[in-house]
């Protein structure tokens, strides 16, 4: 081995150690809070809840889930942005911040600069579901009904701005095609709509379409992931017929900018851990999402990405959240 390369392996391995010396030396207050912003019994919520003890045993010290849920889930993350920056306040969240960051116009706070990413949980993807009573049963012909009746397939949302909606925004550019936007106050409405056949198309989780999909009502025709999914096996992926489609939906842990970098770290390591456990792979596996270990550094990478895709189809459909 050369000298440089030596050095190189050196010098790695020596900030490796000082990064974890200085996760180690991370001390955290007596009760640490992790705020949902999402209502109780939420997948957020629970998701929240099975990571909160194992957390508590990790830092050791008490850890406790609080639900604030409204404003677009930004009562609840305004509320850990601007909070105490010691590790006694953590954000749990999905894309629906950066969705809301990026339709909203007088956001209270910044996403780029007021929250750090900590750990990305899980990430997986979502599916593209029909009413059965449709004759669309491939993502191709999702494409081809579209293109041969322009503003006339419709697709249902949990409301305007959210992740349904500008996922479902990106796929009419990438298909090249306009499907007719139906918003409701909820995914529950929506989802039970595409059922009845009130709707033709919705991008959402499995665990929120499997109930229908079992009942003859709702058919899943392609997962939104760039490639197909072992979650669904047989499952063509969306861009499959819509070249360049993808969007994924993942949960991601936050504290407030200016958080020490040992705690930053701490927090990453035990997440990163606690995402593997069998409680939280149990958890995600009914909608194909597998654990992730990503250095904030790549998560905040990530996510500026989104934001400034979400931003210009925002810009370019006028969406505007409500």
Do not use: C
């Amino acid at each position: 081995m050369s000298k440089s390369l030596a050095a190189f392996f050196s010098t790695v391995a020596l900030s490796a150690l000082a990064s974890v010396a200085l996760a180690q030396q991370a001390t955290f207050p007596p009760l640490v809070r992790i705020v949902v912003p999402f209502p109780g019994g939420a997948i957020t919520d629970i998701t929240a809840r099975t990571v909160a003890p194992q957390l508590a045993a990790r830092l050791g010290t008490t850890v406790i889930v609080e639900n604030r849920a409204g404003g677009s889930t930004l009562i609840g993350s305004g509320a850990v942005a601007k909070g105490p920056k010691d590790g006694s306040m953590l954000l749990l969240t999905t894309p629906s911040l950066v969705t809301v960051a990026a339709t909203m116009p007088n956001m209270p706070f910044d996403l780029n600069n007021d929250l750090i990413p900590v750990a990305m949980l899980t990430e997986g993807p979502m599916l593209i579901a029909v009413s059965t009573k449709t004759d669309i049963k491939s993502p191709a012909d999702l494409v081809a009904a579209a293109r041969a009746k322009p503003d006339t397939v419709t697709y249902g949302t949990s409301g305007v701005g959210t992740l349904g909606h500008l996922a479902s925004e990106l796929l009419n550019d990438a298909a090249g095609v306009q499907m007719r936007h139906i918003p409701y106050k909820g995914s529950a409405q929506a989802v039970t709509d595409l059922a009845a056949g009130n709707i033709d198309m919705l991008i959402g989780a499995h665990s929120s379409l499997a109930p229908h999909v079992k009942g003859g009502r709702v058919r899943e025709i392609a997962v939104t992931s760039r490639q197909p999914s072992a979650a669904f096996p047989g499952m063509p992926a969306m861009a499959s017929a819509a070249p360049g489609f993808a969007t994924d939906i993942w949960t991601v842990v936050f504290v407030p900018a200016g958080t020490p970098a040992a705690i930053v770290q701490r927090l990453n390591r035990e997440l990163n851990e606690i995402a593997k456990s069998k409680e939280l792979r149990d958890l995600m596996l009914a909608d194909g999402a597998n654990p992730m270990t990503m250095s904030p550094e790549e998560i905040s990478r990530r996510i500026r990405e989104s934001l400034a895709t979400y931003k210009k189809v925002a810009a370019t459909k006028n969406i505007v959240a409500e």
